[in-house]
């Protein structure tokens, strides 16, 4: 019996759901910071639909290869031009010359479907940054590309009647796929993310179910609706539980996998879960599904630019129908008419999309290049996007997820004996430090972890890592190590108050809370204060030299847009009042007022160095940005931080209170 290639609403009630759970990822809903995996249920779904309908054209001997490419093009193509043409000139405008330049790049690399090969090597998915890149999300059409000029191959030299071989074929690669997946993310999460063969799997099991259609139990009575149920309640969960430190894809990828897997199963008996997925709404979104993925990023990277902020909730609302309408202009007014089309598939096609391509891929380049020009006649330096400092190991970046893989920073050749602690803000500073280190023959143990505090027994609501957990087990391994000193830098002022100048109200998302319940913000603050110091005592009972950084003064919005703005104004420099962030800092001045005479220790004050007397701070030089975003320093302005504390830098790496000034 042939498998029933009839249209599934369910199915698209599905694709719905997945690009739902995408948006609010990419929105930061505090409870979906698993979104994401609604790629991978898009992955299930075209791995069940390609196959489901191939399958019966290679059997009954009228399917061409060619017909088939053709056709994809044709599906995935238009719309993505589409987009491309309509976020280019924003992008133009937007953007400053270097970060059009990298749009113009990822441009060219989505229109040829490779994009996420390029940012495997160039823009890891779950950072802070990929947000701003209008076409981060276009990885995904690149492996869905790069899986359909394979996967029809492998179903002619397999598929027999009884799709026997073809199962067990794609079953083995499949397997070995999951292999790769869950190796490769241990050894570099970023290239296992984006490559095509960690990724296989997930169509191979949307094609192992299609295949074994033919082979469903037609007993399948008992509670129908339990099975389908369970599976929504398990991709929901995954889309709650899941974070950016899941091990991912890996093991636990089975989980959305296999409930997307079950959902469609279960979903050809009616069942209240499948009725529910074929509610109208559901359907109408799911058939705009790839117009909707396609325009919503370049929405919300061009709002998050042009605001130089993370959009609120209200904007967010008010750009919905922008986001609608524009999906449905893409899907009734291109996508349909073409996928539609009567004339058969062949070289008028082809000829007809190449040539906007080409086109496409022409305005690009120029745009790059008048970019560039305008950039050079400037001769501006400001306009270039600064980079973060991060010490890099044979051309790796020191970035940790656990204790399992701590790099070590400086003199390769000699025991560490000092201890870089804190977050993403002790992160750049750490190339400007490993030179120091080097110089004198020192090295380091880099314990950071991006988002955590270096203060024990407290955490953030909401947030994924467990800040407790690793903070505890770095204490102990310094208790027991040939560490003499630690340098601590983080955001600690914006963690204990609850805010930053970015965000001009208190954050439960940003607020540390001590692991012991407490009754309001007061006792709050003074329950981390507390811990504050007690982790600082904690250190210095071990005999360790304590040198803390306290917090680099915070600028409203992103600098380096700001900058550009103002530089287009002719109203730089770009300073901002220093008042602020004294208030919020006054619980970290303090803790290192009061240590100030204990010979262990030594504070380093930022804003003494990028503030000045006239009660305002400094965001950049002649020729140098001395920001990345709002708080977080460049390259450049780390280098300026610690040639200016090089003094105190120096009495914690030769030893704290053993060492003699030179």
Known sequence: MPPDTSYRADVDGLRALAVVLVILFHIHTPWVQGGYIGV?????????????????????????????????????????????????PVAWYLLHPTAFGDFSGNAAASLLFVSNILYSFTDPYLVDQSWLNPLIHTWSLGVEAQFYLVFPVILMLTLRKRNLAALLAISILSLVSFVLAVVLTGISKEASFYLPVTRFWEFGVGAILALSERYRSQKYQVLPWLLPALSLLILLSSANLFTEATYHPGPMTLFPVAATALLIWGGHRPNFVSRALSLAPLVSIGGASYSIYLWHQPILAFLRDALNSEPSLLTLVLCSPALLILSYFSLHFIEK???????PVGGFDLGRWAAP???MLVACGLGMW??????????SALLYEPKRGIAQ??????????????????????????????DSHAHTLTQSIQERLAEEHVSAFVYILAGCPFIEQVRRIGYPRDCPRFIEEVL?????????????????????????????VPSESLAVYPLEPVDGHRARLEAVDRLQRQTIDRLLGMGLNVTLILPVPDAPGRVPAEIRNRY???????????????????????????YAENPQFRAIFPHKVFCRDDGFCETHGQDQVYYTDSNHLSAEGADWLIDAAERDLLWSMNGGSNFVDR
């Open 476 to 504: 102990d391994r310094l208790a027991d190590s040939t560490v003499q000193s630690v340098i601590i830098s983080d955001y600690r002022s914006a963690y204990i108050s609850g805010m930053s100048e970015a965000a001009a």
């Open 393 to 422: 190991i044979n051309g790796t970046p020191c970035l940790i997820n656990d204790l399992n893989d701590i790099c070590i920073i400086g003199d390769q050749d000699v025991t560490p004996t000092v201890a870089i602690l804190g």
């Open 337 to 343: 008419p073409i996928r539609e089309a009567r004339q």
């Open 568 to 594: 287009s104004s002719n109203s730089l420099p770009y300073r901002y009042p220093v008042q602020s962030y004294l208030t919020r800092s006054s619980t970290v001045l303090a803790l290192a007022q009061d």
């Open 40 to 88: 991978d249920v898009f992955f299930v779904i075209s791995g069940y639909v390609i196959t489901r309908g191939t399958a019966p054209a290679i059997t009954e001997g009228r399917f061409r290869l060619t017909t088939f490419y053709l056709r994809r093009c044709r599906r995935l193509l238009p719309a993505l031009i589409l987009v491309l043409c309509a976020a280019s």
């Open 357 to 359: 391509t080409l086109i």
């Open 370 to 379: 008048t970019q560039y020009s305008r950039l050079a006649s400037t001769s």
